[in-house]
């Protein structure tokens, strides 16, 4: 079974900080998605990262795939309250599957 | 990115009886559709994998003749709880796949309560 440990699982920070969530795997991507949902909504997908050691930015949100394309990194610079929210990485497993595998999810509480 | 709904979004149904979930791509046809379950403060669990014009493929562990699942058309899959139960209570969420990269794009969910 193909596993996404994602961490940490809770963040309460203070509007202003700096943050990271981490999402690690031992198997290997071919693709890896981050979803950001809102209590009673859906996942809004927010990133897709393919290629190994790539690096996407949106805004004030940097997404990083590792090299090995075994793990990923959400960092959130200055957090501020509309940040607040359950965000997810999914990965999507190799050999033409169109199922992707879940992380447990990180819920950001952002306090003004 | 694509445009999925899902109705109802909020049910609520007395112990034995069915429940049909619509889940619509409004702006794309979809071939392959998902639907997942999500409990309080957890993440998604696939239930099952929904294909145009053929059966869909289970989770190990998801009763097929519970949780009947439909997609009789490109733009439009049903999840259907049959003799629903308080332990059905939960948000059903459907996306839709098909795309690059395997990315999948969610519908607003539907809150089902069993009393």
């Known amino acids: 079974t193909q596993l996404l440990e994602q961490s940490p699982q809770f963040l309460s920070i203070q509007e202003g900080e700096n943050l990271t969530v981490y999402c690690n795997s031992s198997s290997v991507f071919s693709s890896l998605q981050w979803y950001r949902q809102e209590p009673g909504e859906g996942p809004v997908l927010l990133v897709t990262?393919?290629?190994?050691?790539e690096v996407k930015k949106l805004k004030r949100l940097t997404f990083q795939f590792g090299d090995a394309r075994k793990d990923s990194s959400l960092h959130i610079t200055a957090a501020q309250p509309g940040d607040t929210g359950l965000y997810l990485c999914a990965g999507a497993t190799q050999g033409g599957s169109e199922k992707l595998v879940f992380g447990k999810g990180t819920k950001l509480t952002v306090n003004p | 990115g694509a445009v999925v709904s899902q109705h109802p979004s909020r049910v609520i149904c007395k112990s034995g009886t069915s429940v049909k979930i619509e889940c619509r791509s409004l702006d794309f046809q979809a071939t392959t559709m998902f639907w997942y379950r999500q409990f309080p403060k957890q993440s998604l669990m696939l239930m099952a994998t929904?294909?145009?014009?053929?059966?869909?493929?289970?989770e190990q562990g998801v009763e097929k003749d519970k949780f009947l699942i439909n997609h009789a058309s490109l733009t439009l899959s049903t999840l259907t709880v049959t003799s629903a139960h308080p332990e059905d209570s939960s948000f059903y969420i459907c996306?839709?796949?098909?795309?690059?990269?395997?990315?999948?794009?969610f519908g607003p969910g539907t809150r089902l309560t069993v009393l």
């Open positions: 929904s294909n145009e014009g053929s059966k869909a493929t289970y």
């Open positions: 990262v393919v290629t190994g050691g």
């Open positions: 996306s839709a796949g098909g795309f690059s990269y395997n990315e999948q794009f």
